[in-house]
T-cell receptor, first 112, second 108 residues
Framework: EAGVTQFPSHSVIEKGQTVTLRCDPI?????LYWYRRVMGKEIKFLLH????????ESGMPNNRFLAERTGGTYSTLKVQPAELEDSGVYFC??????????FGPGTRLTVT | GQSLEQPSEVTAVEGAIVQINCTYQ??????LSWYQQHDGGAPTFLSY????GLEETGRFSSFLSRSDSYGYLLLQELQMKDSASYFC?????????FGKGTRLHILP
């Protein structure tokens, strides 16, 4: 069974540019989560989808971040315009039951 | 609000046993999870405790005491490949709140 996949694995962009991260969850998992880990700090929750609906987006830092989950399958996280403090590793996770989460390999975003 | 406390680093010897503690303060607690993360890798689910007591999965065991808001991860027969960061996490409503992680160093 394929795990959670994320694309790209790395992204280096300049401040002010736009980046879109993609996550493909494990097939059949209704729950999809986005997390971010800034260097040296803990993994922080960003938001949670149940199918195509946003269940909880209380962790989204600001309105420069936009997450979508088309048709309840893959999800995208867009950062526009990117700022230096947005650098970090963005993880996506999916879950069949909300407490056992399977993480993707992450996207390392560097904003210069 | 919510917070989790765990040691930042722990060092142990290959073949030994190590315990990583986690205390938490959170409202609406539903369970305590443990995740392992190797450098450059993704967090990997290890265990979940919703009720008090010990859960055993091979060389790894996890314990929870809800009355003490405390849990631990026990790793036995340590192997070099166990060198990683270990995160405790609480399930609150539909989200998971992670601790800052414990870096486990294993000496040969």
């Amino acid at each position: 069974e394929a795990g959670v996949t994320q694309f790209p694995s790395h992204s280096v962009i300049e401040k002010g540019q736009t980046v879109t991260l993609r996550c493909d969850p494990i097939s059949g998992h209704d729950n999809l989560y986005w997390y971010r880990r800034v260097m040296g700090k803990e993994i922080k929750f960003l938001l949670h989808f149940v199918k195509e609906s946003k269940q909880d987006e209380s962790g989204m830092p600001n309105n420069r971040f936009l997450a979508e989950r088309t048709g309840g399958t893959y999800s995208t996280l867009k950062v526009q315009p990117a700022e230096l403090e947005d650098s970090g590793v963005y993880f996506c996770a999916s879950s069949p039951n909300k407490y056992e989460q399977y993480f993707g390999p992450g996207t390392r975003l560097t904003v210069t | 609000g919510q917070s989790l406390e765990q040691p930042s680093e722990v060092t142990a010897v290959e073949g030994a046993i190590v315990q990583i503690n986690c205390t938490y303060q959170t409202s609406g607690f539903y369970g305590l999870s443990w995740y392992q993360q190797h450098d450059g890798g993704a967090p990997t689910f290890l265990s979940y405790n919703a009720l008090d007591g010990l859960e055993e999965t091979g060389r790894f065991s996890s314990f929870l005491s809800r009355s003490d808001s405390y849990g631990y991860l026990l790793l036995q027969e340590l192997q070099m490949k166990d060198s990683a960061s270990y995160f405790c996490a609480v399930k609150r409503d539909d989200k998971i709140i992670f601790g800052k992680g414990t870096r486990l160093h294993i000496l040969p």
